[in-house]
C-alpha cells in the first residue's frame, strides 16, 4: 500500500525540532494551551456529539475537556505526572505517537476517541487516525480539535504555511486518506471576528466495513 503521507511536499511533516518529543515533555505544563472560551467549545462540541460512554483522549494532559465525565475515559499523553492528576481520566497510559502510531489497544475498544489541540504535532496523523478507527466501534466518532495556538518547533512544517481554513481542509483530508471513515464533518466552534482563541472541529463517524 502506499503511504499517503507521501502524497505531500517534502518537508511537510519535518519539524524545526527533531529532537525526540519525550525529551520536550519531560517538563510539567500544568497550563492550558486554548483560552476559556475555546476550552468551554470543546466541552460543548463533546456534548453535542454525545461522547458518554467509553472514550479514549489521545495526545492528553492533566486536563480533558469535557463538560460531562464519561462513563469510562482512558487518557493518553506524553508526561506522566500530568496525566495523573487528569480528574477526568479512570485511566491513563503514557505512549508516544510520533515514534508508534499503533495504539496500545484491541479493535473495537471504545465508542470514541478525542484529539484536542494536538494534531499539528504529529508526524503521521493518517496512520493515527486509521489506528484511531480500528480502536472505535463502528458508528464512533473520532474527533479532532484545534486553534491556531502551538510550540511553532515542534509542529509539522506544512501546518505553519497553512492558514486556519486551509488546516481545517487539511485535516478533512487526513481523515479521507485514513479510509476508514464517512466523510468527515468539520465545523468552527468559536464565533467568527471576534477576540480569543479561535476553535475549529474535524470529526469523522468510523465506517462499518
Known sequence: MTDPHQLFPAGFFSRAD???????????????????????????????????????????????????????LVALGMNPRELAVNTM????????????????????????VTCCVSIDYLVRPIDVLRDAARVTRPGGAVVCTFSNRCFPAKVVQGWLHLDDESRVGLVAEYFRLADAYDEPNVARCTPPNTFGDPLYAVWGTVRAD
Do not use: C, K, Q
Not at 505544563?29 to 472514550?55: E, K, M, N, Q, W
Open 18 to 72: 527533531e529532537s525526540p518529543d519525550d525529551r520536550f515533555y519531560v517538563p510539567d505544563r500544568f497550563v492550558t494551551h486554548i483560552d476559556d472560551r475555546a476550552i468551554a467549545a470543546v466541552g460543548t462540541l463533546y456534548r453535542h456529539l454525545g461522547l458518554t460512554g467509553s472514550v479514549l483522549d489521545v495526545m492528553s494532559s492533566w486536563v480533558s475537556h469535557f463538560l460531562d465525565r464519561p462513563d469510562e
Open 89 to 112: 481520566a479512570h485511566d491513563t497510559v503514557v505512549h508516544d505517537l510520533n515514534v508508534d502510531p499503533v495504539l496500545p489497544f484491541p479493535d473495537d475498544r471504545f465508542d470514541a
